[in-house]
């Protein structure tokens, strides 16, 4: 089975990284976009195929690891 | 004194903070390997150091604080123990949460590497009775994720605690302005644990060692640290 985890900043988190691609966007002449917020994504394979325990092995992966929860919150998507 | 320094791939100052050790104790600390499960017998004082752990891959620290090694050194904190965490290092030891908050990018998003001004928070810790309070030290800096931030409550206990150990500021000892060099909450440059005997900072004190390069103001940390060790 495919898994695709998504990685954000929480709101409220100051983004240097997408402030600054926010500015490059305006720079180009990109217009109508109101703010960019930069995160991360995991693409990955699993071994098993049972969706609940796909979900509860990536969550624990989340918060072990690929998510510093001070900062960011995750998303798990099973493909 | 005894001090052990936590080697992970992509360390890179660990040899800086040898020398430091060295010169203020007279005895070579330990090196132990990130892959190792325990710390040698009868060791006063790890340092986690600086560099770029695993390429700063992930988040700064991140997979180092996950390192077989880290239970070790969380069990010598329990115990505790002291810790130094410096610059990579602070970095690590938020990742492994033996201290609060996180360091982010750096406000304007450059890798900052220059002398930078600190005022010594406070010097009845084990990492500062060499030092005065409101001391202002001249160190070196070298990062590009130093912006230490934490939630509002975090913040709150930490300052509330007296737990920020050094703010950024210039040659006459004012705080924050220009001269916080990466846009870290309240000028933060370094914190301690609650019972202040863990210490990461983002500045290098380890550098600041030796006349000949750039002065002695960072000695008095291990000054501290080894005058506390010999009397325990």
Not at chain 1, 17 to 40: H, P, T
Not at chain 2, 128 to 156: C, F, M, R
Not at chain 2, 174 to 189: F, K, L, R, W
């Amino acid at each position: 089975m495919k898994a695709r985890v998504v990685v954000t900043l929480k709101d409220g988190i100051l983004d240097p990284q997408g402030k600054a691609i926010e500015g490059a966007l305006k720079s180009l002449g990109i217009d109508g976009i109101d703010s960019v917020r930069q995160g991360k994504i995991f693409e990955m394979e699993l071994a098993t195929g049972d969706r609940t325990h796909a979900e509860g092995l990536l969550r624990g992966a989340c918060e072990k690891l690929l998510a510093n929860q001070v900062i960011e919150n995750f998303q798990v998507e099973l493909l | 004194m005894k001090a052990a320094i936590i080697l992970f791939p992509g360390s890179n100052r660990e040899q800086d903070a040898i020398r430091a050790i060295e010169k203020v104790t007279g005895k070579k600390p330990s090196i132990v390997w990130h892959g190792e499960h325990a710390l040698p017998s009868g060791i006063d004082l790890v340092v986690l150091p600086g560099g770029f752990s695993y390429g700063d891959y992930l988040r700064c620290g991140a997979i180092a604080a996950r390192a077989p090694v880290m239970d070790a050194v969380r069990a010598h904190a329990t115990r505790d123990g002291l810790v130094l965490g410096i610059c990579n290092g602070f970095q690590i030891l938020v990742e492994a949460g033996l201290l609060p908050g996180v360091l982010m990018r750096n406000a304007n998003l450059r890798f900052v590497c220059r002398m930078q001004h600190l005022v010594v928070a406070r010097n009845d810790t084990p990492f500062t009775s060499h030092y005065d309070k409101g001391q202002v030290i001249k160190v070196a800096i070298a990062h590009g994720e130093g912006n230490y931030e934490a939630d509002a409550e975090t913040l709150k206990r930490l300052e509330g605690d007296g737990r920020v150990a050094f703010r950024y500021c210039d040659e006459k000892g004012v705080v924050g302005g220009g001269a916080n060099p990466n846009g870290s909450v309240n000028d933060i440059a370094g914190i301690y644990s609650e019972n202040f005997r863990v210490l990461g900072l983002m500045p290098h004190p380890e550098n600041l060692i030796d006349p000949l390069v750039g002065g002695t103001d960072g000695r008095g940390l291990f000054e501290s640290v080894a005058t506390l060790a010999k009397a325990g």
